[in-house]
């Protein structure tokens, strides 16, 4: 199947620090999402991208749709602690229906 | 506010037990899915369905069954449950004909414990 790279796999970082993460792939996609997991809870959307280039912010959250189409980055600036979860990416193939593929996850723990 | 709901958070059940997981979802959604979530592995999908009575095998539909009989609800199934099965399983629903988003809108999860 196809496959999405998510790193870094886990952070732990300082309140009020940025944090950067990033979903590659060697498949060409024509969505990005990016989801987030509070424990015990399912995924919440937090920010989609539709096309090449896009840039798009939600509140502290910014996201790109990298301009090869294989790549986004997800960026939290100034965390707190209610950041703390698992945060996924996911991208759309046409080519593969409705269905999205998965990153694996970037556990977040925000030390406050 | 609740807009996909999976009826069992918890389960406990026994190697070769039935377990039924139900979902319903009150978007008027085209799509649902199951995926099965484990550590370090994300998301995997099981099983999806576009339509009433419709199915289409995911990544890892072995020891798995569907049922969509109605349009809000898509039930999965584990004929003959076992500890490999232990895990997190998450309903999702999408497409809005209306407005043509086709955004994943997940439930909350139920955590299944083979013993």
């Known amino acids: 199947g196809q496959q999405l790279n998510q790193s870094p796999q886990s952070m732990f970082i300082q309140e009020g620090e940025d944090v950067s993460m990033n979903c590659t792939s060697s498949?060409?996609?024509?969505?990005w999402l990016w989801y987030k997991q509070d424990p015990g809870e399912g995924p919440v959307l937090l920010i989609a991208?539709?096309?090449?280039?896009e840039l798009t912010s939600n509140g502290r959250l910014t996201a790109q749709f990298g301009i090869t189409r294989k790549d986004s980055f997800l960026n939290i600036s100034a965390s707190i602690p209610s950041d703390v979860g698992i945060y996924f990416c996911?991208?759309?193939?046409?080519?593969?229906?409705?269905?999205?593929?998965f990153g694996a996850g970037t556990i977040l723990r925000v030390k406050s | 506010d609740v807009k996909v709901t999976q009826s069992s958070r918890y389960l406990v059940k026994r190697t070769g037990e039935k377990v039924f997981l139900e979902c319903v979802q009150d978007?008027?959604?085209?799509?649902m899915f199951w995926y099965r979530q484990d550590p370090g592995l994300g998301l995997r999908l099981i099983y999806f369905?576009?339509?009433?009575?419709?199915?289409e095998k995911g990544d890892i539909p072995e020891g798995y069954s569907v049922s969509r009989e109605k349009k809000e609800r898509f039930s999965l199934i584990l004929e003959s449950a076992s500890t490999n099965q232990t895990s997190m399983y998450l309903c999702?629903?999408?497409?809005?004909?209306?407005?043509?988003?086709?955004?994943?809108?997940f439930g909350a999860g139920s955590r299944l414990t083979v013993l």
């Open positions: 999702a629903s999408s497409w809005d004909r209306a407005t043509g988003a086709n955004v994943l809108t």
């Open positions: 498949s060409i996609f024509n969505t």
């Open positions: 991208l539709y096309k090449a280039g």
């Open positions: 996911a991208g759309h193939l046409m080519e593969y229906g409705n269905k999205l593929v």
């Open positions: 978007m008027d959604h085209e799509n």
């Open positions: 369905s576009y339509d009433v009575k419709m199915k």
